[in-house]
Antibody, heavy 121, light 107 residues
Framework: HEQLVQSGAEVKKPGASVKVSCKTSGYTFTAYYMHWVRQAPGQGLEWMGIINPNSGSTTYAQKFQGRVTMTRDTSTSTVYMELNSLRSEDTAVFYC??????????????WGQGTMVTVSS | DIQMTQSPSSLSASVGDRVSITCQASQDISTNLNWCQQKPGKAPKLLIYGASNLETGVPSRFSGSGSGTHFTFTISSLQPEDIATYYCQQYDNLPLTFGGGTKVEIK
């Protein structure tokens, strides 16, 4: 059973950093890229970036360049998303999402349950 | 970045009605478009990929069509469990971008 399980909710102060984990199971970790998507309260979906769990290479949305770091740990089949210099506008649910096996579709058939990050002084 | 304009932003329809949502891309994206459904407090769920391909296990009342810049998502007979927000998503170019969403309610 393919599954993504994310870490729990976080409350952070402005200027702090947050690191969200996404533990995978039920499939070959290195066979699928992993994406991160953000959703502010009551708002739509926003793509943040992608990591290749095999090589560790990343591509980030320009909006988050310089503030986001995506990493992986192949020994635990876990990917991480760290966001720095948090501001109130970063309050959101963060999702990891895995694309389906159909090559090149970037269609996310497996999602984590979401991690709520609240930024507040 | 490719802008995805989705309309309407919300709609209200009766059970059994045919419901359509449109998504317009700011440039030609061929059929590189997906549709997903999100219920309150839940992660999104993939319904359609490649503009018209139904994801495994998704009811056949859901369908998608279109290519280039204009796409349509249709629910042929609205059911109570279809109450959700629907998003289109292009994957022709990075960054991946989503439409603003369409909230579907029962009249």
């Amino acid at each position: 059973h393919e599954q993504l399980v994310q870490s729990g909710a976080e409350v952070k102060k402005p200027g702090a950093s947050v690191k969200v984990s996404c533990k995978t199971s039920g499939y070959t970790f290195t066979a699928y890229y992993m994406h991160w998507v953000r959703q502010a309260p009551g708002q739509g979906l926003e793509w943040m970036g992608i990591i290749n769990p095999n090589s560790g290479s990343t591509t980030y949305a320009q909006k988050f360049q310089g503030r986001v770091t995506m990493t992986r740990d192949t020994s635990t089949s876990t990917v991480y998303m760290e966001l720095n210099s948090l501001r109130s506008e970063d309050t959101a649910v963060f999702y990891c999402a895995r694309p389906m096996a159909v090559a090149g579709t970037f269609a996310f058939d497996i999602w984590g349950q979401g991690t709520m990050v609240t930024v507040s002084s | 970045d490719i802008q995805m304009t989705q309309s309407p932003s919300s709609l209200s329809a009766s059970v059994g009605d045919r419901v359509s949502i449109t998504c317009q891309a700011s440039q030609d994206i061929s059929t590189n478009l997906n549709w997903c459904q999100q219920k309150p407090g839940k992660a999104p769920k993939l319904l359609i990929y490649g503009a018209s391909n139904l994801e495994t296990g998704v009811p056949s009342r859901f369908s998608g069509s279109g290519s280039g810049t204009h796409f349509t998502f249709t629910i042929s007979s609205l059911q109570p469990e279809d109450i959700a927000t629907y998003y289109c998503q292009q994957y022709d170019n990075l960054p991946l971008t989503f439409g603003g969403g369409t909230k579907v309610e029962i009249k």
